[in-house]
């Protein structure tokens, strides 16, 4: 009884003490561990978000990156999960490489493992072709890929990762089996294609903008077409009601203190409002769409069950 | 295009641009002679901090770092047999049988003429030729990488003089080696136990100065501590000018080496230490003394640099054209442009000009410094370094060694590997099995079965997907002269002896 009285004080202080320390948030420096090198997409997202991040958190918040590259982001993300949630270790979150990871791999983490802040990037996949195919729209491509299972060859980076999820809804969309082509990243893959070596590939928009004379985009996996590249048509416009790409947030671990969790959700709601960070995520090529709190848990649970669907039936490994 | 070229060079010519340059050059030659350090791993310490720098003082200390470090792995390479950098594997073949026969400060005045050149004529190449080469790596498939990995690995045999058994096993061991981590085809994890520090594979610094640093700073350990100072005495050679005109009789090997590198450098994947290989064979088959080779032969020195200076900036080719690196260096350094918003592809050279012309001259500038910066103040400090007790100079050897693995992901998974690498680097030591086999397994194992796999996946199965292209063709054809021309001539000669009684 006494010991329950004991422990029962003690948690109440330490929520006290927790309250408070989240009244003062931040007071401390806030550690975003980037589970990538430095100078990759992630990391310069990270890098790009963290100044914003410091200016609309105040109190003259410093905001540091660590990387922690390694086993395609999963220490990272691990070293996230387990960290103490104090709103002082986050990190990003890369859909829907993260979740796959608990499929295909032993993970220390599962989908319940974090507080969910705020997804930044939505980076949409594009079917592309070699600038000298003639394959240039939806109907030439499926028309070409029937002509008998596994005749269409198809360069993309890695498997699990948002372009192999994205082919093999295709594959379903348009009732054809095609021969996947996997690359150790998107950019070999393109020039891959961009030297005819392959017949079509897989890649995110941002992988693909820069090189528009050279590739021809059947099409784009999202609800409406990009400012990025306004002449490519959408999937759907083509009759394909598909959309998938690849998404990259911040997290932070499971149990973050509420007051904590609203401080920051405000402050990357604020930094998306700021034109100035429109304009820097742009410049180093990242398509930007802010997913806050619940709503971006609720995407990467629909990430997981996709994955996990695909995973049940055509498993990558 | 050539207008744009002369209009970025003024802003190139500030004198925080040009500072960044000479800073740059002089910490990769430091960079590059401390074992353990290396151009890859100063490049991405660097990056964040070059987050609020101007884009081309940060790109000119990379493009800095990147040159000096290619020749600075050569000081320890010649002086200790210590290759600094994987690409100076290479150098210290001839470079420290002529440091043993007291000419390390020529050897070390070759190496850097040589990588000065190599430097200058890879950034004229990435100036001049860079949109006409990039069509040239859109020639390589996976198909014809697999035969261009295929025709580095014959030169294996030629690493191998000596014991063939024991040059075999370690070539294996090497491609072992390689083949750990994931493999991105089937997904597959290979040899990891479980660990996710190794899902990546392992990284190369780490078997380089397992195999390479560890065992000969022990043995430095086991050295008396009287100091011999006789081969630092005798290493303050004269000034590098006057040695000049003495090495204008390599101007063949410069020439033929040069040109290794660039093309190495433009294919992606292959990197330094395959050019250094590569361009090291191919002048010691041109030499009219091949036996010398390999037991302090100044050419063989210029071989290995000139070639390893000379993909500095053609690998920047297709990783500015194509996004793709041709040298881990050069990954590194793509990261440092995308930082700035810079991202590659034929864009870049239409939105930034000033930017990527500026980046090309940096180069240039970075390889004429060498001459000066590497020429004598660096190459004449770090010999005193020899002047230190050598018991001392090894424990600063291996603690650099662990410093430097440890910084590369920041954990110390990576330093135990080390050490297990260097009890196996000192075994096979003693048991005289060859080291160079395993470091070009290890680059080449896994780069010609990945795309051997990849080619076949796009000829679904179809062998004859490997010889379909005209360019497969010609690779296949060179590595046959490779591997039959020494045993052709041999038998000629046999055959001529057998003549004439």
């Known amino acids: 009884m006494k010991r329950t009285v004991f422990t029962a004080a003690l948690v109440a202080t330490t929520a006290m003490a927790g309250a408070v320390a989240a009244q003062d948030y931040p007071s401390e420096e806030i550690e975003v561990i980037v589970g990538y090198s430095a100078g990759g997409g992630t990391d310069v997202m990270a890098r790009t978000v963290a100044p914003f991040l410091e200016e609309y958190l105040g109190n003259n918040a410093t905001v540091v990156v660590k990387n922690m590259p390694g086993a395609s982001g999963q220490i990272g993300v691990t070293e996230v999960a387990t960290a103490e949630p104090d709103g002082y270790t986050l990190g990003t979150f890369n859909l829907p490489g993260m979740m ?5 791999r032993e993970a220390d983490y599962d989908a319940d493992s974090f507080t969910y802040l705020a997804n930044v990037v939505n980076d949409p996949n594009v079917i592309v072709t070699p600038g000298s195919s003639d394959i240039d729209t939806m109907e030439k491509l499926v028309e070409a890929a029937s002509e008998e299972p596994g005749a269409m060859t198809v360069a993309m980076s890695s498997l699990g990762g948002d372009d192999h999820l994205f082919l093999v809804k295709v594959q379903e969309a348009t009732d054809t089996e095609m021969t996947v082509v996997p690359f150790s990243g998107s950019a070999p893959a393109r020039t891959a294609l961009m030297g005819g070596h392959v017949g079509m590939g897989i890649i995110n928009l941002s992988e693909a903008v820069n090189f528009l004379d050279d590739l021809n985009v ?11 590249a306004p002449d490519v048509p959408t999937l759907a416009e083509q009759g394909y009601e598909i959309t998938n790409g690849g998404l990259r947030g911040f997290v932070a671990p499971d149990g973050l203190p509420e007051e904590v969790e609203q401080k920051l959700l405000d402050a990357f709601q604020q930094a998306f409002d700021d034109p100035e960070f429109q304009e820097a995520m742009i410049s180093t090529g990242n398509p930007v769409r802010l997913t806050l709190g619940e709503e971006f848990e609720e995407l990467t649970q629909e990430q997981l069950d996709l994955a996990t669907r695909i995973w049940e039936n055509t498993p990558w490994k | 295009m050539y207008g744009a070229l002369l209009d970025a060079l003024p802003e190139v010519l500030g004198w925080a641009n040009l500072l960044a340059v000479v800073v740059g050059v002089l910490s990769g030659i430091c960079v590059g002679a401390l074992p353990g350090l290396s151009a890859t791993m100063a490049i991405s310490v ?10 081309l003082v940060a790109l000119g200390m990379m493009a800095g770092i990147y040159n000096g470090a290619m020749y600075g792995g050569s000081i320890p390479a010649v002086l200790l047999r210590i290759p600094g950098t994987p690409a100076a594997v290479a150098t210290s073949f001839d470079g420290y049988p002529m440091a043993q026969k007291g000419r390390g400060g020529y050897a070390l005045q070759v190496a850097v003429v040589s990588s000065a050149l190599g430097g200058i004529a890879s950034a004229i190449v990435l100036m001049l030729l860079a949109p006409p080469l990039a069509k040239v790596t859109l020639l390589f498939g996976p198909a014809e ?13 030629f690493l191998l003089s000596g014991d063939i058994v024991k040059g075999l096993m370690s070539a294996a061991f090497g491609v072992f080696v390689s083949l750990i981590g994931a493999d991105t085809i089937s997904g597959y994890d290979r040899f990891t136990f479980g660990r996710l520090e190794l899902l990546d594979g392992i990284n190369i610094i780490v078997l380089l100065v397992g195999l390479y640093a560890l065992p000969p700073a022990v043995g430095l350990l086991e050295e008396p501590k009287d100091i011999d100072a006789s081969n630092a005495t005798r290493l303050s050679t004269g000034s590098i000018w006057s040695a000049i005109p003495g090495m204008l009789g390599y101007w063949k090997t410069w020439l033929r080496s040069a040109i290794i590198g660039i093309f190495v450098g433009i294919l992606p994947g292959a990197g330094g230490s395959m050019a250094a290989f590569l361009s090291w064979n191919e002048a010691r088959r041109a030499s009219s003394n091949p036996d010398e080779w390999g037991h302090g032969e100044p050419e063989g ?3 290995a640099e000139t070639a390893n200076n000379a993909d500095t900036a053609s690998a920047m080719i297709p990783a500015l054209t194509l996004g793709i690196p041709g040298t881990a260096v050069a990954a590194v350094m793509l990261g440092g442009l995308l930082i700035h918003g810079l991202q590659p592809g034929p864009m870049l050279f239409r939105s930034n000009p000033e930017i990527v012309f500026g980046f090309m001259w940096q180069f240039l500038f970075a390889a004429i410094l060498l001459i000066f910066l590497g020429g004598s103040i660096a190459t004449n400090s ?5 002047r230190l007790p050598r018991p001392i100079l090894g424990a600063i050897i291996i603690a650099l060694v662990f410093i430097g693995v440890y910084s590369i992901n920041g954990r110390m998974f990576d330093v135990y590997l080390t050490l297990g690498f260097g009890v196996i680097g000192y075994f096979m030591e003693k048991l005289k099995f060859p080291l160079p086999p395993v470091v070009l397994g290890l680059i080449l194992g896994k780069f010609a079965e990945e795309n051997l796999r990849l080619a076949l996946r796009i000829g679904r199965g179809d062998w004859s997907v490997l010889w379909s292209s005209t360019t497969s063709l010609i690779i296949i054809g060179l590595t046959l002269v490779v591997v039959l021309m020494p045993i052709l001539r041999q038998q000629v000669a046999k055959r001529r002896a057998a003549r004439q009684p």
């Open chain 2, 46 to 55: 660097l990056i964040p901090f070059t987050f609020g720098m101007s884009p």
């Open chain 2, 382 to 386: 770090f010999a005193q370094v020899l």
């Open chain 1, 100 to 104: 796959a990871r608990t499929l295909d």
């Open chain 2, 301 to 303: 020195v210029a071989a």
């Open chain 1, 218 to 228: 059947v099409g784009i996996a999202s609800e409406e077409r990009s400012d990025l």
């Open chain 2, 145 to 157: 990488i697999f035969w261009v990995a295929v025709f580095g690995m014959s030169s294996i045999v």
